[in-house]
């Protein structure tokens, strides 16, 4: 399964540069180990997509001292 998210502008670099490499989000899609990602930026600001994009499959899942229906999820950059 492929989910497209919203990822705020100061989020979006350290992404893309690969040194974060996990996402905080409310579990409504049903995240799952090997889903792939897409994150496009967002500014928040403009209200609008930069067009800026990353790729991304998860790797790992856990909702541990999450609050109630959210996961935290890390994942590696598909180049």
């Not at 799952?32 to 499959?57: A, F």
């Amino acid at each position: 399964m492929e989910h497209h998210l919203k990822i705020n502008k100061e989020f979006f670099d350290p992404v893309f540069k690969e040194i974060k490499t996990f996402e905080i989000r409310y579990n409504d899609r049903k995240f799952n180990v090997g889903d792939l990602i897409l994150l496009s930026e967002w500014d928040s600001l403009k209200k609008e997509y930069t067009g800026r994009k990353v790729k991304g499959q998860i790797t790992y899942i856990t909702d541990y001292e999450q609050k109630k229906d959210y996961v935290v999820f890390s994942f590696k950059i598909l180049h």
